[in-house]
């Protein structure tokens, strides 16, 4: 019956595939996330819906008793704050939609000790981004669903809650330059007269009371509810800056680093409808975001977020500023302060990449938190190989929320959609989908994180079939946008056939042995590895005349390369400076995998010179500054490399349940490295050189580590361990303090 099945299908053009894709994706992300039973409370809304609506929605509950817990499960389109008797409990809670394109989230909230015997007020604010982007996609109406137990007391949304329209408003014809058509957001436009601060214990008796949904709307337009997999946002207390005793009409103000930030102020008005104008630095946000005063006194929090390395406020006649201020805002994984040496160069260079990657995480990784916000997956895969060696563990799963995702917004003829969620386009860029394929890989090997593997080889066993081949070479593949990197002189052959055996072998790491896919991958591999001899040439790795360094650091990561070409392609790596900030980083790997950190680094410092002497506490798009925008993750490719081959740490086994620790003293005697990859996990080195002897201290938290050096004379926690000649030696780690010496 089954082979009958098959015949039939592919007589009518159709693959088991195909066929059965929408089964599979969702059978696959119900195991994946935490799928949610349709809500049993109302979907509740106001009347007004559109574009950029924000909603107040206001609940008194009575109890009888203090309760010590209270568990509830929200969702909305699109974020939302939450408050308990005035106190602040969610902040910017939820996430963009878009698990699948038909498909959001919710949140699984737990409250302990907030609510007391009595009248007790729930307040949440909500904001509708009311439009597609590039990292969105609009349910296509306003809407929230609170369901819940107040200890054992029902919470449930309904038509009894209170809501009315929040003071924010837009007009794309005021924005700084043109309505930004790859951004959801729209920049704040505020009626200081509709915006109060509700959540404090404002009574809202008087509210309208809320809408509530059709239910068959409501499901067409939420569809289906996945848990959050990200850990809550945060927001630090506010920082003030001094405003001065002069009145004035124009500020600039400084913030200690390129951040995501929410502006507040305290204002005078001498009447209603006083305007102050404020905005960053960053012209790429495009929009200057406005306020409109009540007459006295004005305070205001905007909750969009913007970022910048500077605060510029305008302000109206009439207006006098009293206080100016921000919350510091972004994605729950605290940082680890991981690197630190002689270089003050590589030190600027390797701090000004994980400023980059912090600006650009929050409900996906971005390529940039300002032009677009969006989940380009080849800048994804170098902002999660960062974050395994700058962030705390909670980092990971914003990757693993990128895969799960990615497989939901799979094709079903198989195509990889390269940016998801994305409501306005369907992007397919070969050579970042084979990128992301290694990155999901390399996610599993650091994370020890198994769950992913079912969609990652579904992926892989779906799009690289699409490849077709011919002379033993993969067939170029354009997709729905022919880009290998931006920037001329790109060898397109040698790139992404190499990209393409790199993604097969990386992949083989957890493909069944045996397995059908498994064959697939080998013969495909023989065949590129015997026609890829052609392209190596005296210049190294190239299809035509000429090296590419983007070429010859893929082909050496994916080990097409023999010995005697390695002299030639270290030149090429070197010398030939066509990369991007995007794939600069896979050319300083690749020098680094030849045993030549040396020229990695010095490299590094040369092609990155100008933003490191920059005031901009950022990497940029480009090399030269103003040609795109000023933090864009795929530059700090910079820090892995420090942080992987100089200080040398590395799992050995998935999880890092083993590790190593090879430091390479070579190209810097004296420095610090500390990571703190998965939970129970942290490992720290220092490498200090004294009188001619080097030595290395390694903490860590857990067992399996081995510490390797080459020299001689060692001295290993006391004990001497005699070596006449230089040599590799390896030692095992301990728990705790480790302390190496040798000569």
Known sequence: MEQREKATQMAAGQTPQTVDAAARQDAVKQEALQFRAPFAADYIWIKEDGVAVWAAFSKDITLNQDQSEAVLDIACDTHY?????????????????GVTPRDGYYDHVVVRRKFKAGSNNVSILVRHLGDNGFSHKDAGCGGLVVEGTVGDVPLLSDGTWKAKRFGYGYSAWKFWNHLNFRLSERGSEVDGRAYDEFWLGQSARDWPNAVVLDRAKAAAAFGRSYRNPLPPKVAAEPVYWDVGSRARRRYTFDLPVNTQFCPVFVLDADKAGRKITYYTENRWLNYKNTYSTRKGQNRFLDFAWINGDKLKVRLGRGIRLVSAGYRATGYGADAVSAFDSEDEALNVLWQKAANTLAVTMRDSYMDCPDRERAQWIGDAVIESDMSFYCLRPESAALFRKAIVATYGWLHQDGVIQTVVPNGLKAYELPVQNLAFLVGCVNYIEYSGDHSVWPMVLTMAQGYLPLWQMKDGLVVHRKGSWDWGDWGGKIDVPALENAWYYYAMARLLRYVPHGSEFAAFCHQRMRQIAAAYAAYRKPVGVASGAKADDRANAVAVLAGLYREEDIAAIVQALYNVRNSSPYMEKYV???????????????????????????????????????????????????????????????????????????????????????????????ISLRARQDAGRQTLTVHCTSAGGQLIATGKNFIFNGQSVPSAATAERVFDLAVGANELSFE
């Not at 005035?86 to 939820?94: A, C, D, P, T």
């Not at 933090?631 to 942080?643: C, E, I, K, R």
Request: charged fraction near 20%; glycine fraction near 8%; include cysteine.
């Open 81 to 97: 704050w939450l408050w308990i008797n005035g106190e602040e409990i969610v902040w910017e809670g939820s996430l963009k939609r």
């Open 588 to 682: 300083e790997q690749a020098l680094c995998e030849l045993g030549r950190t040396d020229l990695a680094l010095a490299r590094a410092k040369e092609v990155y010179a100008a933003m490191i002497a920059d005031k901009c506490t950022t990497l940029w798009e480009f090399w030269r500054k103003h040609a795109g925008t000023t933090n864009h993750a795929w530059a700090g490719g910079t820090l892995f490399v420090l942080s992987r081959y100089v200080g040398g740490i590395y799992p050995t086994s998935d999880g890092f349940a083993t590790f190593a620790v090879r430091p390479d003293t070579s190209v810097l005697a004296d420095f610090c490295v500390t990571v703190n990859p998965v939970a129970g996990v942290e």
